[in-house]
């Protein structure tokens, strides 16, 4: 017999004093776990021809609302900067080049799965999970309570929430293909459509060696730097481009994991043991007793 919601919660004030000893954890190793050994993708921006296809594939993969392939040839959608949202996991973007009027690179942006994702960190239910196998971050809906921290945290605004639906909500966002990679043994949707092989899958640390070995035979097609490989403690999509990322719709972040500015804060606040849900049960009360102290001056 499983659980309803009303028995998760309870379970949650039983389970958050462990959980922050398994934050601990993870904070005191962050920094020095490079994820080398998990899935990535390299994106090279200058081998980008903007088809689209990786979109639909993407959708198809998903089984999200879709067009035909044939309509995603539209290019009037490069006129508007698009960010992925609740039924559209990743979108591409197109990005003229200075002084080349004839030229344009393009950008596909969809979740990052970070190394020490900030989306993880922020969950208080646990229901996005790094997996340390793929390096995927990993959503169950079933545990999330809509709180939506995930997406304030995120630096890279990726998960997006059904406002829509009104009855069982959840959190959207790119899955890296976790099925695919783990039942079927093949790589991710996009990669596999991709016609002009922009989208390179393997071991992340191949990728990165990959990526300067590129640089380093084209020091004029690419600038010195893998978006993605120190980025925030590194993320699992990284990206070889001809300019700074952050002029080609990607913001320019320093290598400190987030959760190592946050995760402190959160340990302070919950040094004795409380886990949040206990703390926000202990200021509903206060707001109770407050409220009927108000009702009982109101009646007298």
């Not at 390096?135 to 309570?145: E, H, M, P, Q």
């Not at 990679?181 to 996009?190: A, F, K, Q």
Request: proline fraction near 5%.
């Amino acid at each position: 017999m499983g659980l309803d919601r009303r028995d998760f919660m309870k379970s949650l004030v039983c389970a958050g004093a462990s959980s922050l000893f398994a934050q601990n954890a993870f904070s005191s190793t962050a920094e020095a776990n490079n994820f080398l050994d998990t899935f990535g993708v390299l994106v090279d921006t200058t081998v980008c021809i903007g088809c689209r296809k990786c979109e639909w594939a993407c959708k198809q993969v998903n089984h999200l609302p879709n067009k035909s392939l044939e309509a995603y040839q539209d290019t009037s959608v490069f006129e508007t900067h698009r960010r992925p949202d609740e039924a559209t996991y990743t979108v591409v973007n197109k990005f003229d080049v200075p002084g080349e009027e004839q030229r344009a690179e393009y950008t596909k942006v969809q979740c990052m799965h970070c190394n020490h994702a900030a989306c993880v960190s922020a969950c208080i239910v646990g229901a996005l999970k790094k997996d340390k196998q793929t390096g995927a971050v990993r959503y169950d809906s079933w545990k999330c309570i809509g709180c939506r921290y995930c997406m304030a945290a995120c630096p890279f605004q990726i998960p997006a929430y059904e406002y829509h639906n009104a009855l069982t909500p959840k959190i959207q966002k790119c899955g890296f293909c976790f099925d695919r990679l783990v039942t079927e043994n093949t790589v991710p949707g996009c990669v596999e459509i991709c016609p002009v092989e922009a989208l390179k899958f393997g071991k992340r640390g191949d990728l990165i060696e990959l990526a300067h070995a590129n640089i380093a035979s084209n020091p004029e097609r690419y600038i010195d730097h893998v978006y993605g490989e120190h980025e925030l403690g590194g993320t699992s999509w990284m990206y070889l481009s001809s300019r700074p990322m952050e002029e080609m719709g990607l913001l320019k972040f320093g290598t400190k994991p987030i959760p190592s500015y946050t995760e402190p804060l959160q340990h302070a606040i919950f040094k004795k043991f409380v886990p949040p849900v206990s703390l926000f049960a202990f200021l509903g009360g206060i707001m109770w007793l407050f409220r009927n102290s108000e009702s009982a001056n109101e009646n007298e």
